[in-house]
């Protein structure tokens, strides 16, 4: 019984301090967000916004949204074009599905590849995850928002909602932001990641 109890005891401590890593890891992702914002030529900021920012505005980290998911290729597809916030044609090509949980419901999302994108070599394992979910407009940007992948190896990808961040166009006027497509759209709050930007 002292063993199993022990061995009970190792395994929590274990867990937490994998779960401190992680957490450590997401707050790094979100100052490299700040850092950006705040640096001229990489800020979607105006130069008046710039001057005052303090930070970003996240919700609490939650590592229940942060997910194994079962990763299934869609060979065969083809280029479409997405929808858009200033109506310019984007094209994109589903690359895979996603299928996970997040606190007991069943999800699946879609993953995409941008053709202009896979004209850089840099960009040739990078996968597009845009997605809406019921707190657009209330306290996340209306638009929906995005996080960004790596091609897995397997057939199981991780998805850390944490890391969700805003298009561009969340800030300020003048870009041309992808549109999730309806297939995209979670029926429940995805209330981790960034908030919504002052009024936008």
């Known amino acids: 019984m002292k063993q199993i109890l022990l061995f009970i005891v190792l395994i929590s401590c274990s867990l937490r301090a994998q779960n401190t890593e992680v957490i450590k890891e997401i707050k790094a992702h979100q100052e490299e967000q700040n850092t950006q914002f705040r640096t001229k030529g990489k800020s979607p900021l105006t130069e008046a916004d710039r001057k005052y920012f303090k930070g970003l505005e996240f919700f609490e980290i939650d590592l229940n949204y942060r997910v194994n998911a079962t990763f299934t290729r869609t060979p ?3 280029f479409f074009a997405a929808g858009t916030s200033s109506g310019k044609t984007k094209f994109l090509i589903k690359y ?11 999800l699946t999302l879609a993953v995409y590849q941008s053709q202009r994108l896979l004209t850089n070599p840099i960009y040739k394992d990078y996968l597009f995850l845009p997605f809406n979910d019921l707190s657009n407009g209330e306290t996340t940007y209306s638009g929906g928002r995005f996080i960004d992948l790596i091609i897995p190896k397997g057939n199981t990808i991780l998805v850390d909602f944490n890391k969700a961040y805003n298009p561009y166009c969340a800030y300020s006027d003048g870009w041309n932001c992808t549109i999730p497509p309806i297939e995209n759209n979670l029926e429940i709050d995805v209330i981790v990641g960034v908030k919504k930007y002052k009024d936008h």
């Open 96 to 106: 895979g599905m996603l299928n996970f949980s997040i606190n007991g419901k069943d």
């Open 76 to 78: 065969n597809e083809e």
